[in-house]
Every structure is written in C-alpha cells, then in structure tokens.
C-alpha cells in the first residue's frame, strides 16, 4: 500500500486522539478530520489490512510499530512547521492549517534546514 496524504492524515489524528483522550475511535477522527463515519470506516479497514493499526472488539484504534512511525513523523512536521511560520508571523489558526499541507509534500532536506534554522533561531 503507498502511504498517501490521507492515510497520513488518518495516522496522525489517531496518535492526536490518543495523545488527548488515552484512546482514538472512529467518531472522533471523522469529527477531527471533517469527513464521513463511512470514510472513517473504509480508512480504518486499509490500515487494518497493511498493519498500521488495530482495532479492539471495543472499536479502540491503536496504532501499531509501523502506523506510530508515519504518524509521529507527520505530526513532528506538523508541528515544527506550524512553530516556524508562526516565528515568521503567520497567525497561530493560518500557520497550523498550513502546516498541515506542507507536511506532506516537504523534502526531508527541506524539513532538516528548516529545523537547522529554527534550531538557530529559538535559542
């Protein structure tokens, strides 16, 4: 399965939840990610079958070695980015929203100079 923007998406909100709440469920990602139960639904069945999560008899998502990597590699990104243009000026709501289209598309070198930089810069 290529991991895609979305299923980054779904990765990341579920360590989100988990994070918040102790659990993540499908009514709240969809709630989180503004989509459908039944989009939720089809998402969470994918990553079931590629091993990026489980889920419990009790509908509790949790994510497995592979999902908490691409998940907590995004949400990183998520939140360098959302720092960095927030340093630059951009107001905190703008800047988390537009973090949120750059973690997907950034080079990995991009990524590393500007954690360079903001390294240099928050010290």
């Known amino acids: 399965m290529q991991v895609n923007e979305s299923i980054e998406d779904y990765l990341e909100q579920i360590l989100i939840q ?3 709440s102790g659990c993540a469920r499908s ?7 503004g989509v459908t139960k039944a989009s939720v639904s089809h998402a969470t069945k994918l990553l ?3 091993d990026y999560i489980r889920m ?3 509908k509790y998502i949790t994510l497995t070695p592979a999902g908490r990597e ?4 995004m949400y990183q990104r998520h939140l360098v980015l959302a720092q960095f243009l927030m340093r ?4 905190e709501e703008t800047a988390f929203a537009d973090a949120c289209r750059m973690e997907h598309d950034i080079s990995a070198e991009t990524f590393a100079a500007i954690c360079r930089h903001a390294e ?3 010290e």
């Open 18 to 20: 988990q994070e918040k």
């Open 27 to 33: 009514v709240d990602i969809a709630a989180s990610l």
């Open 48 to 50: 079931r079958e590629n």
């Open 56 to 58: 419990a008899d009790d």
């Open 70 to 73: 691409i998940a907590e590699r």
């Open 88 to 91: 630059l000026g951009v107001a």
């Open 120 to 122: 240099k810069s928050w």
